[in-house]
């Protein structure tokens, strides 16, 4: 039996990686305030779990990508 559509979106979900507050903190060198700032403002996507935060390391590259500038050469 094929699995339905609840299901298929659950196992997506699961696939992607999540990872805590302190792991964003130090791959973008900024402290765990600046990550919270940018969840509360909605910039970042993430998860609550409990007390704590998750986010898809997905949507860390995509705010990465969208925060970088292309610098010109004169």
């Known amino acids: 039996m094929a699995p339905g559509p609840i299901e298929m979106a659950r196992r997506r979900f699961l696939e992607r990686d999540l990872v805590t507050v302190s792991e964003v903190a130090e791959t973008m060198r900024v402290s765990n ?9 909605g910039q970042l996507a993430a998860i609550r779990v409990g007390k704590s935060y998750r986010i898809r ?11 970088s500038v292309k610098i010109e050469g004169s």
């Open 33 to 41: 305030m600046t990550v919270y700032r940018l969840i509360k403002s």
């Open 57 to 67: 390391e997905d949507d860390v590259e995509r705010f990465l990508s969208e925060q």
